[in-house]
């Protein structure tokens, strides 16, 4: 099959330090080639796979120290790229969220999108209603709940390759928050939990600079207050073993309807138990009592987080393999991808230039908070 993947350009793919889609997407197009398929990446010129790549960036945007430049002319110049070889594929798929939507209506039966970030804000429904040609996967059910009536083909969970990270078949006592410093996020719930039972944390953790009125006034004052709380920073994937492996439980307090949440299976590759929330996906990757525990209080996630020394390391790391391994998802995928083909008429029309909407959306307006 020959299918293209097409990121969004933030990040590269992987990313070097923190992000999520790109490195879905990174995992994802590794193991449809591993499977035997013929896959093109368009991304940035910084991308690491074994795909085709297809560079439409010098570098991903967050880390190009350009003082002035357009995420909306970059993924312009995205979108013209793939429009150009839409002929030459059987699948295109999409991670842009919905920004390709106006682009592509002539070859939409060979399309499918992903879409990675939260769906609860205001005008996202109406143009899901108005291009309701795209099939859409979801990366957990809860994902879907703000948009029960859109065209729905799959859920795909998440999944990484099982050698990216060591398992950990014994913790070093402390434990561990790792993500993004954000009110959603909640660390100050993390710090609590370690401070109530006098146990060590290490934060590893971004600090966007939307963010930093918050880490300045809410969660540094908690850090430089507290001898229990250590601050890592930002950290990458060749850092995640030895930091999640450590750690006798990851707590994840969100406060919000996360997507997915990719550090928790992050940690069940190392055999980390994970204490989360019982918000948005959570209950969808967390097995209650088996890969870690999911709780509702303050008081419960204490609880929890001083028990998690007592599941079996060796079965969580079994069961990120059964159900988040890169292969697994990538086997889901071409599912989807089946079922699309499927569907598709013998003679499909060839692809002309599409017509091109006088008006865009603005910069950044389709990257949603994916965790």
């Not at 193991?31 to 297809?54: I, Q």
């Not at 709780?295 to 599941?311: N, S």
């Not at 003679?347 to 910069?363: G, Q, S, T, Y």
Request: aromatic share 8%; glycine share 6%.
């Amino acid at each position: 099959m020959k299918i293209a993947q097409v990121t969004p350009l933030y990040e590269a793919v992987p990313p070097r330090l923190y992000g999520g889609t790109e490195r879905v997407v990174a995992h994802l197009t590794d193991a449809l080639v591993d499977l035997g398929h013929e896959v093109t990446l368009f991304a940035s010129a910084d991308a690491r796979t074994r795909a085709r790549l297809v560079p439409v960036r010098d570098q991903a945007i967050r880390l190009d120290p350009a003082p002035l430049k357009s995420d909306l002319a970059a993924h312009m110049t995205l979108l013209a790229e793939v429009l150009k070889r839409a002929d030459e594929f059987d699948v295109i798929h999409f991670h842009t969220d919905m920004i390709h939507f106006p682009f592509f209506p002539r070859c939409a039966d060979k399309t499918i999108t992903t879409l990675h970030g939260r769906l609860d804000m205001k005008d996202i429904g109406t143009v899901y209603e108005r291009w309701s040609e795209f099939g859409l996967v979801s990366i957990s059910d809860d994902q879907r709940r703000p948009l029960p009536r859109a065209n729905w083909k799959a859920t795909v969970h998440h999944g990484m390759p099982g050698d990216l990270y060591e398992f950990s078949a014994k913790s070093a006592g402390y434990l561990a928050f790792l993500g993004r410093i954000s009110p959603e996020k909640r660390p100050d719930r993390a710090i609590e939990i370690a401070t109530r039972l006098n146990r060590p944390l290490k934060i590893a953790a971004k600090v966007d600079a939307a963010d930093k009125v918050y880490w300045e006034t809410v969660i540094r004052p908690l850090v430089e207050g507290n001898p229990l709380i250590e601050f890592v920073g930002e950290i990458g994937d060749h850092q995640k073993s030895a930091f999640l492996g450590g750690a006798e439980a990851l707590l994840f307090p969100i406060d919000w309807p996360e997507p997915f949440g990719l550090v928790m299976i992050e940690a069940m590759a190392c055999g980390t138990p994970v204490v989360a929330f019982r918000c948005g996906s959570t209950p969808e990757v967390i097995e209650d009592g088996e890969t870690g525990f999911l709780v509702d209080t303050l008081e419960q996630a204490v609880a929890a987080a001083g028990r998690a020394h007592r599941l079996d390391r060796a079965a969580i790391r079994a069961r990120f393999d059964l159900r988040f391994s890169a292969t697994a998802m990538a086997r889901r995928y071409l599912d989807v991808y089946g079922d699309l083909l499927a569907r598709r008429p013998f003679a499909a029309e060839p692809v002309a230039a599409a017509v091109v909407p006088p008006r865009l959306f603005e910069d950044r307006s389709f990257a949603a908070a994916n965790g």
